[in-house]
Nanobody
Framework: QVQLVESGGGLVQPGGSLRLSCAAS????????VGWYRQAPGKERELVAT???????TYADSVKGRFTISRDIAKNTVYLRMNSLKPEDTGVYCC????????WGHGTQVTVSS
C-alpha cells in the first residue's frame, strides 16, 4: 500500500522560509517522478515543482528562484524548500507520484501572513 505523508507546513511571515517534506512508503521515489502541488482557497490546484526519476527539476514561473525541490533517495523523501515566501504562496501543499500520478498525500497547510 502506497502512503505519502507531507509535513513541515505552518504559519510564516512574508519573506520567511519553510521546508516541506514528503515521505513515502510502498513506492520508491528514485524510479518515480514526484510533484508538489498547492491549492489556495477558491482556486484551482497548481503544480509548483517536479523532480523526475533522473533528478531533473521543473518549477512554476511563480516560484522560480524561490523554491527548490530535492530528494533524499536513502530516506525515500522529497523536499520543497521555500524561501522569500509571499502571501500568495498560502495554500495546502500536497505531493504526488506514481506511474500514472495516481498517489496523493493529504497535504500540509502553509500560511504566509503578517
Amino acid at each position: 500500500q502506497v502512503q505519502l505523508v507531507e509535513s513541515g507546513g505552518g504559519l510564516v511571515q512574508p519573506g520567511g522560509s519553510l521546508r516541506l517534506s514528503c515521505a513515502a512508503s510502498g513506492i520508491t521515489f528514485s524510479i518515480n517522478a514526484v510533484g508538489w502541488y498547492r491549492q489556495a482557497p477558491g482556486k484551482e490546484r497548481e503544480l509548483v515543482a517536479t523532480i523526475s526519476s533522473g533528478g531533473s527539476t521543473t518549477y512554476a514561473d511563480s516560484v522560480k528562484g524561490r523554491f527548490t525541490i530535492s530528494r533524499d533517495i536513502a530516506k525515500n523523501t522529497v523536499y520543497l524548500r521555500m524561501n522569500s515566501l509571499k502571501p500568495e504562496d498560502t495554500g495546502v501543499y500536497c505531493c504526488n507520484t506514481g506511474e500514472r500520478s495516481q498517489y496523493w498525500g493529504h497535504g500540509t497547510q502553509v500560511t504566509v501572513s503578517s
